[in-house]
């Protein structure tokens, strides 16, 4: 459960403070004052309190003023919704969208001014030279931002996202230029409903851009959007939240058929997320029960795979509270290489990856690092998620343009180039990281790791999980290893485990000495679904004899077996045991995890021949005096490759999955040919070789 990525919204404390005016009179159209707000009419489709009905946020510019008024006469007065809209405007010319928009509609048209609620079935117009937010519900103003570019939408929508949650849509309509699509990103992952206007836009650069995102629900005329937008109102869009009965009665269905699809299990994801998720894909799909919409699930799987997206989806940006970023590179990273021989590379695992942006800007922070210090630094980064789709668009490292407004000037120079109309990490810096579907709560996790990145993931899980997930995370962490959380995660009460480095920024450091008993690293996870979110009771920690024996098994394993990895009878890789960076490194071109042509140079021919010969055989075959080429000339190197049974084949294998498998069910559709290729260097324990800048996954596939 990736990482996703929520974003804390910051206020600017230059405030510019606008005295009340008294509202104009357009026509007979009486202004509705703050008084009326408990006026408003009860009926299904309306919303009652001040703060649960929807808020729309809209954002235009060059074009938008006619695209804007066609939306009026598709939108009905009583919605129940208020609407913002953000015009791109001249900084220091007066604006007539008031009068103008006025003669278009019955809803009443105001400037915003600041600290003024915004009310249902109103209309709310930034005014000029001006940056506008909302918070609480209200609208707050500060002056336009002067220095770099000038994102309002994407600053308003933010906002909103933050303010209204599920109860935000955002809609992005005619306008050149990028500005909106970052700010639909977040208004779709709070659970929020977007628009993008369709080719009818005068200039179509804004809703292309936020189109070709993905993360736009409806590609509408102006009009459209309008009727679209009333027909939401009229659904049982807060009906459907996440605290109804209704919604905490029927959730345990729809998980059972995400389970059962996916094999991910969302019983301990937090109920309100989940069910916000949920109540978002039945306003798409016009559902208006949760049983009607399980049985929707059961009909269409298509959907199952659109939920489970939905569920995944979180905001990631390059370079994410920027100060963080600085605070490893000066207190962080030193004490990473301190005591760390040349030859041992630092090691950095990435949770919930997403689309790869944290992932890519840690290695750019950690290069800067070792460029500014003089250092040689060999590095690996491990970036995981559970989202394949998002996994794969990680691995091509190539961005739409709007993902640079985070990205330094230099930066984009150094680190990126263009292709296609989108920016790519340059190969240096793609090579150090390998992307790879993970999921932290089943599959194995990583070991001697001296950087976790596990941001905004434990807002997402319940108590449950997170007891059991944080002993994971410290597992795989060096002995003086960090954890690096997001602004509204802490350690809570795992101060056994790790202790404070920088609190602010939210930077641990590993304890040392053994886990305790009941926080050590479990062999079993928490039960799969649970009915209604009941606590799930976790006995202590107390492991019988069969379960020592694994743990030490495990261990030793970890610490002294030779390097090898795991694969499938298609030679994909599976999993990674130790240091295999001597015999394996990533090959130019498209990212892969085929055995074959991650090999290094005189290692093909032998290797192919024993897998080949140990699968006809189903038996061990060990390659004798292999030549792999170091940077000094060749060594000898053993290789061993030993069939084993019980792997379920991966995605690429046009199966359903890849997991280790110790009693295989049903659906698990065991191998009959998987192997488990291990490497042995002759002369390791003399000498380390130099490791290469690059990483290498450990990939239990779901």
């Given amino acids: 459960m990736g990482s996703t990525g929520r974003k804390s919204f910051l206020l600017s404390g230059n405030k510019c403070v606008m005295t009340p005016r008294k509202p104009r009179r357009h026509g007979t159209t009486r202004r509705q004052t703050e008084s009326d707000q408990q006026t408003i009419p009860s009926r299904e489709g309306t919303f009652e309190t001040s703060l649960e009905f929807p808020v729309v946020g809209i954002g235009a510019s060059a074009g938008g003023l006619d695209a804007f008024t066609q939306f009026l006469e598709g939108v009905e007065a009583d919605t129940g919704m208020a609407f913002v809209l953000i015009q791109h405007l001249a900084p220091n010319h007066p604006s007539s969208l008031v009068e103008i928009l006025s003669r278009a509609t019955r809803l009443p048209v105001t400037e915003g001014q600041n600290e003024r609620p915004v009310l249902p079935n109103h209309i709310y117009v930034i005014p000029p030279g001006r940056d506008m937010i909302i918070v609480s519900g209200k609208l707050q103003l500060s002056p336009r931002e002067v220095h770099g570019q000038h994102r309002p939408i994407d600053l308003f929508l933010h906002s909103l996202a933050e303010d209204r949650k599920h109860l935000a849509i955002a809609v992005v309509l005619s306008g050149t230029g990028t500005d909106g699509t970052i700010g639909l990103q977040a208004i779709k992952a709070e659970g929020g409903i977007t628009f993008a206007q369709d080719v009818s836009a005068q200039h179509q650069s804004m809703p292309r851009s936020a189109i070709a995102s993905g993360c736009v629900d409806f590609v509408l005329s102006p009009i459209e959007i309008g009727h679209e937008i009333t027909r939401i109102a009229r659904s049982r869009l807060v009906a459907l939240s996440p605290s109804s009965e209704e919604a905490i009665n029927n959730l345990s269905d729809v998980v059972k058929i995400l389970h059962a699809a996916t094999g991910i299990d969302f019983s301990n994801y937090k109920p309100t997320t989940l069910r916000r998720r949920i109540a978002r894909r039945m306003v798409l799909r016009k559902t208006e029960r949760f049983a009607d919409y399980a049985n929707y699930l059961r009909r269409h799987p298509h959907e199952v795979e659109d939920l489970y997206q939905d569920i995944l989806i979180h905001v990631t940006r390059f370079f994410r509270d920027p100060e963080s970023y600085e605070v490893l590179k000066t207190e962080v990273f030193p004490e990473l290489v301190k005591n760390k021989p040349p030859d041992r590379p630092v090691r950095i695992w990435s949770l919930g990856c997403s689309t790869g942006e944290e992932a890519y800007s840690l290695a750019i922070a950690l290069t800067e690092f070792a460029e500014s210090t003089g250092l040689r630094l060999p590095a690996q980064i491990f970036a995981t998620d559970l989202n394949e789709e998002s996994i794969q668009k990680a691995r091509t490292g190539a961005y739409p343009k709007h993902a640079a407004q985070d990205i330094s000037a230099e930066r984009l120079r150094r680190f990126f180039y263009e292709v296609d109309g989108k920016y790519r990490i340059t190969k240096s810096i793609r090579e150090i990281c390998v992307f790879s579907k993970h999921n932290v709560l089943t599959d194995p996790p990583f070991a001697r790791i001296d950087l976790i990145s596990c941001r905004n993931l434990l807002i997402y899980l319940e108590p449950v999980l ?185 995605s690429n294998d046009k199966k359903p999955s890849t997991k280790t498998c110790s009693q295989p069910t049903k659906k698990c559709n065991p191998l009959t040919k998987s192997c488990r290729a291990s490497m042995k260097n002759s002369r390791l324990r003399k000498k380390r070789l130099n490791p290469v800048t690059k990483n290498w996954s450990q990939s239990t596939m779901n």
């Fill in 466 to 650: 997170q007891q059991y997930l944080m002993p994971i995370l410290r597992y795989a962490l060096n002995s003086s290893g960090f954890l690096w959380l997001g602004a509204s995660e802490t350690i809570g009460s795992y101060r056994e485990l790790f202790e404070v480095k920088d609190s602010k920024h939210k930077i641990y450091v590993k304890r040392p000495g053994p886990a305790s008993a009941d926080t050590g690293f479990r062999l079993q996870r928490p039960s799969l679904v649970q009915a209604d979110f009941e606590p799930i009771e976790i006995p202590p920690a107390e492991l019988d004899r069969t379960q020592l024996d694994r743990e030490g098994d495990r261990i030793l394993l970890a610490r002294y077996s030779p390097p090898s990895v795991l694969i499938s009878s298609n030679l994909e890789v599976l999993q990674f045991r130790g240091d295999t960076s001597p015999y394996l490194a990533a090959g130019a071109g498209r990212a892969t995890l085929n055995l074959l042509r991650m090999l290094r140079e005189g290692l093909l021919p032998g290797v192919h021949a024993a897998i080949t010969k140990a699968a006809s055989e189903k038996a061990p075959v060990r390659e004798e005096n292999l030549q792999v080429k170091v940077s000094g000339g060749f060594r000898s190197v053993s290789v061993e490759v030993i069939p084993i049974n019980g792997i379920r084949p991966s």
